[in-house]
């Protein structure tokens, strides 16, 4: 598997497990990620052919892999047993929602909280990203492979009390500033759909395991959210959308949280 990323300074990365070179040191003609996702996976090159030593990850302060950060889409209540730990009806399509690309900052973070008489009850949400490769519309379930490019580690955002006042205020509730980390990196398979079979996703804050899930617990696959959204707009190389949560854990303050996404990546970030 190979991995697309940016480091800290913003320089284009491409790696592999053996580490990452600069994405322009394997692909001259490569100058940011998104022409990469346009030719992964099949297109890109490999790290190891680069004129440049590989740098192990541990070695790399890395940044949002995404940057300029288009469309964000997020899915409500896609894991069964998240639905029912809320006592909410489970939803007959995919509850989805937009987040602005103000919401995006990398690895690290930090999360930071808004003032308390703005907010007080904000919960952290592991999610798997699914990071589109080209630009489509009105696409199938089995075309999955054919538009999609890779896979995100995401830790997602919710001001429930702002929520609880009124369904309506979900786009609020969700869009503050820093209310959606992702990284460290994309993971690009030989399959996309193929992938799908081993990924499992928890939510973890300050060490403890709040919820975990396969994507078994999913009402809605990511080959059907992709098919169903492609109905409503043009996805182009870059955009994403964040295929819900198996469960959340209130933050504050101090706090850690790590989206831990296997085997795609384990993403952190503190909360301030």
Same mark, same amino acid.
Not at 99 to 110: E, F, N, Q, R, Y
Not at 203 to 209: L, S
């Given at each position: 598997?190979?991995?697309?990323?940016?480091?800290?300074?913003?320089?284009?990365?491409?790696?592999?497990?053996?580490?990452?070179?600069?994405?322009?040191?394997?692909?001259?003609?490569?100058?940011?990620?998104?022409?990469?996702?346009?030719?992964?996976?099949?297109?890109?090159?490999?790290?190891?052919?680069?004129?440049?030593?590989?740098?192990?990850?541990?070695?790399?302060?890395?940044?949002?892999?995404?940057?300029?950060?288009?469309?964000?889409?997020?899915?409500?209540?896609?894991?069964?047993?998240?639905?029912?730990?809320?006592?909410?009806?489970?939803?007959?399509?995919?509850?989805?929602?937009?987040?602005?690309?103000?919401?995006?900052?990398?690895?690290?973070?930090?999360?930071?909280?808004?003032?308390?008489?703005?907010?007080?009850?904000?919960?952290?949400?592991?999610?798997?990203?699914?990071?589109? #490769?080209?630009? @489509?519309?009105?696409? &199938?379930?089995?075309? +999955?492979?054919?538009? /999609?490019?890779? %896979?995100? *580690?995401?830790?997602?955002?919710?001001?429930?009390?702002?929520?609880?006042?009124?369904?309506?205020?979900?786009?609020?509730?969700?869009?503050?500033?820093?209310?959606?980390?992702?990284?460290?990196?994309?993971?690009?398979?030989?399959?996309?759909?193929?992938?799908?079979?081993?990924?499992?996703?928890?939510?973890?804050?300050?060490?403890?395991?709040?919820?975990?899930?396969?994507?078994? #617990?999913?009402? @809605?696959?990511?080959? &059907?959210?992709?098919? +169903?959204?492609?109905? /409503?707009?043009? %996805?182009? *190389?870059?955009?994403?959308?964040?295929?819900?949560?198996?469960?959340?854990?209130?933050?504050?303050?101090?706090?850690?949280?790590?989206?831990?996404?296997?085997?795609?990546?384990?993403?952190?970030?503190?909360?301030?």
């Amino acid at each position: 598997m190979r991995y697309l990323a940016r480091s800290a300074d913003g320089t284009p990365l491409l790696g592999d497990d053996e580490g990452f070179v600069p994405l322009a040191a394997a692909g001259p003609s490569l100058e940011t990620i998104q022409d990469a996702l346009k030719q992964a996976p099949d297109g890109l090159p490999a790290p190891g052919d680069a004129r440049a030593q590989r740098i192990p990850a541990d070695e790399i302060s890395f940044g949002l892999p995404l940057s300029p950060v288009k469309k964000l889409w997020g899915i409500g209540l896609n894991y069964a047993d998240h639905a029912a730990d809320l006592d909410e009806v489970r939803p007959e399509e995919p509850a989805s929602f937009v987040k602005p690309p103000s919401t995006a900052t990398g690895p690290g973070g930090p999360i930071r909280l808004p003032d308390e008489e703005v907010t007080n009850r904000v919960t952290a949400e592991a999610e798997l990203g699914v990071v589109m #490769g080209q630009t @489509f519309s009105h696409v &199938e379930e089995d075309e +999955f492979d054919d538009v /999609v490019a890779g %896979f995100v *580690p995401i830790i997602d955002m919710t001001s429930e009390d702002i929520l609880e006042k009124n369904p309506r205020f979900l786009t609020r509730a969700k869009s503050f500033d820093t209310f959606l980390v992702a990284g460290p990196w994309i993971a690009i398979p030989d399959s996309p759909a193929a992938f799908l079979d081993d990924v499992s996703v928890q939510t973890v804050v300050n060490d403890e395991i709040v919820a975990e899930n396969t994507l078994e #617990g999913m009402l @809605f696959k990511p080959p &059907e959210l992709v098919a +169903f959204h492609s109905q /409503v707009m043009t %996805f182009e *190389p870059g955009d994403v959308i964040s295929t819900g949560t198996p469960g959340a854990g209130v933050i504050k303050p101090g706090d850690a949280v790590k989206a831990v996404v296997k085997p795609v990546g384990v993403l952190e970030s503190d909360v301030k």
